[in-house]
């Protein structure tokens, strides 16, 4: 059983429309939550990291965490080609054995203009 | 432009060669890691490093060896390499405590390719 789930995608968007990426987790007890943005052959940047439940916004991105569902979301507002990449969904489980981070599959996100 | 750097960029090997990546912060960061990414699949960890001590080996292959020679290096020696381990390995580090403890900021990464 997959630890961390995200759709793989890809999920395809018009140009200036709302991207809404999701990932739920197994561990109940994870406290940290981040996303990390991948354009294809780079490495992962993070964008956003949630700890609490409710929204978090950055600028054009919303990340939000609903532990009692173990689900955590990331939107993408007025979305751009430039955003056009793999999210990946990242959760420190609750047993933080060295700090580990639990990765979903990512999801692949197309903005077509 | 990343605080990791990672070195070289690409690097193309025989399966006789001998071969290291390298990796340098100067973030003040404690904890180090190795990750190893193919295609279309997520980053897959392979060492941890916690003040310059080996804490974690995920079952790697005694073909990779890992080193942290201080607290801003850290290196990956490759020796008898397969095909397979072609990929693109991924140097990271975090701060040691804290909330923040998880954000991990990666380099560019250095694209290995086995002949």
């Not at chain 1, 992962?44 to 949630?50: G, Q, R, V, Y």
């Not at chain 1, 916004?57 to 507002?77: C, H, M, P, W």
């Not at chain 1, 969904?89 to 979903?104: D, E, H, Y």
């Not at chain 2, 975090?94 to 380099?107: I, K, T, V």
Request: glycine share 8%.
């Amino acid at each position: 059983q997959k630890e961390v789930e995200q759709n793989s995608g890809p999920l395809s968007v018009p140009e200036g429309a709302i991207a809404s990426l999701n990932c739920t987790y197994s561990d109940r007890g994870s406290q940290s939550f981040f996303w990390y943005r991948q354009y294809s052959g780079k490495s992962p940047e993070l964008i956003m990291s949630i700890y609490s439940n409710g929204d978090k916004e950055d600028g054009r991105f919303t990340a939000q965490l609903n532990k009692a569902s173990q689900y955590v979301s990331l939107l993408i507002r007025d979305s751009q080609p430039s955003d056009s990449a793999t999210y990946l969904c990242a959760v420190r489980p609750s047993n933080n054995a060295g700090n580990m981070l639990t990765f979903g599959g990512g999801t692949r996100l197309m903005v077509k203009p | 432009d990343t605080e990791v750097t990672q070195t070289p960029k690409h690097l193309v090997m025989g399966m006789t060669n001998k071969k290291s990546l390298k990796c340098e912060q100067h973030m003040g960061h404690r904890a180090m890691y190795w990750y190893k990414q193919k295609a279309k699949k997520p980053p897959e960890l392979m060492f941890v490093y916690s003040y310059e001590k080996l804490s974690i080996n995920e079952s790697v292959p005694s073909r990779f060896s890992p080193e942290c020679p201080n607290s801003s290096l850290l290196n990956l020696h490759l020796h008898a390499l397969q095909p397979e381990d072609s990929a693109l390995y991924l140097c990271a580090s975090r701060e040691s405590s804290g909330r923040a403890a998880g954000e991990l900021f990666f380099g560019e990464g250095s694209r290995l390719t086995v002949l």
